[in-house]
């Protein structure tokens, strides 16, 4: 099983959809997790930090489900300007870690 | 302004040869990675440094290479060895990589190509 798991999509939705989207991890000992947005050709940013159950940013909220280990990403009324790959990364909460990333989400918003 | 420089922007090599690609940090960092994305593709980590003059293999080194002689850069050689070098490069670095808190800082990339 991979280390981080992604839908690539794309995620085709209209302007002011609700669209959600997982990631799934596969080590238990990750505690908190990064949400970056990535547009094309360019360097991620970060969007959000999760570090326990989940925080909300805006439009944008993150929820950590650990029983089930995966933490999921939620864009309200999402609109054009949202359209990017969404890229997960798991972080452990102890000693020095390579950042691994998931294979990103594509989300889509058309006008 | 503090940040990641990448250079160049595009780079094109020729069969056989080898090319390096620059990252430069004024972050104070101590840790610094390399990583390549393939379209449709997320980030494979290829090399990363927690510290001055010593460096790891990541997931995919096989025909990279990379120094760590001075605390702000890390450069990363494309060797002949690597048969399908075509990628966007990203170079990143983060305080110590030990906190749970510590995100990446990423720079602009280096789209290498085959002629």
């Known amino acids: 099983r991979k280390e981080v798991e992604q839908d690539p999509g794309p995620f085709n939705v209209p302007e002011g959809a609700t669209v959600a989207f997982n990631c799934t991890y596969s080590?238990?000992?990750?505690?908190?997790f990064f949400w970056y947005r990535q547009d094309c050709r360019k360097e991620p940013k970060l969007l959000m930090s999760?570090?326990?159950s989940g925080n909300e940013d805006g439009r944008f909220t993150a929820q950590l489900n650990k029983a089930s280990q995966y933490v999921s990403l939620l864009i309200r009324d999402s609109q054009p300007s949202d359209s990017a790959t969404y890229l997960c990364?798991?972080?452990?909460?102890?000693?020095?870690?390579?950042?691994?990333f998931g294979t990103g989400t594509r989300l889509l918003v058309s006008p | 302004d503090g940040g990641i420089t990448q250079s160049p922007k595009y780079l094109f090599r020729k069969e056989g040869q080898n090319v390096t690609l620059s990252c430069e940090q004024n972050?104070?960092?101590?840790?610094m990675y390399w990583y390549r994305q393939d379209p449709g593709q997320g980030l494979r980590l290829i090399y990363y440094s927690q510290i001055v003059n010593d460096f790891q293999k990541g997931d995919i080194a096989e025909g990279y290479s990379v120094s760590r002689e001075k605390k702000e850069s890390f450069p990363l050689t494309v060797t002949s060895a690597q048969k399908n070098p075509t990628a966007f490069y990203l170079c990143?670095?983060?305080?110590?990589?030990?906190?749970?808190?510590?995100?990446?800082?990423f720079g602009s990339g280096t789209q290498l190509s085959v002629l």
């Open positions: 990143a670095s983060s305080p110590t990589g030990v906190q749970t808190n510590e995100k990446l800082f």
């Open positions: 972050l104070n960092h101590d840790a």
């Open positions: 080590n238990s000992a990750s505690q908190s």
């Open positions: 990364a798991p972080r452990r909460n102890t000693g020095f870690q390579k950042l691994v």
């Open positions: 999760v570090y326990s």
